[in-house]
């Protein structure tokens, strides 16, 4: 039986449009003091991008799922479920992480 | 999660009995150069960071298992101090 608060979760991040994000990895974080939940996690400082791979906004601080690393084209995970699920960690406070790392992106003209 | 710098605290006796007990602070969002990225917001904090900390923080429903056991009702919790950002050459 799922713990109620992941239907309630999900049904949040549809709304609110949270979605998997194509990002470029442009740093790192290091944190010594930090939640235990984000122990022994890379945290990755990551920009998503895009369509024509320019960079946007204000970056993410995301737990590192795969091995990426700085300037790694990556798949951002914006929702908290998806996120921690991802990491292996649930119940805990994690809303963004690395799922991903993207080879090519293709188009359609 | 997202970086900020925690520009001060905020007392309020009465309130809701789930923050009790809870340290609120406000943090301005910044970049990675830290420069501000946002307004101002309230977070929980649940790690003990102090005035002019670099942090970052978690948003949303994931924000109220910093404080686990305790439910805290809290949409923004400060998760972590930052050390050091290191960021990929200019190029």
Redesign the interface.
Known sequence: MRPW?ES??QL?SRARGDAVLIGR???????????E??AGQK?L?VKTLDLDDRLT??????VDSVGAG??DRVLLAMD??A??TAVGRP??????AVIGIVDSVDLAD | ???GRVVGSLWSSVKTEQLEGVRLLLIQ????AGAN??RTLIAAD???AGAGDTI?W?????????M?PAAVGADA?V??????????SAG
């Open positions: 608060w309630w979760i949040r990895v442009i740093g790192e974080v290091v944190a010594s003091a930090k939640h939940s984000h945290l400082l906004g204000a970056p993410y601080v995301a700085v300037g908290g479920w996120a921690m119940r805990s406070p994690i809303d963004a | 999660m997202r970086l969002p910044i970049d990675e990225a946002g649940a790690i003990g970052y978690c948003r949303g429903k994931e924000a109220s298992f910093a686990l919790a998760v972590g101090i930052v050390d050091s950002i290191t960021l990929a």
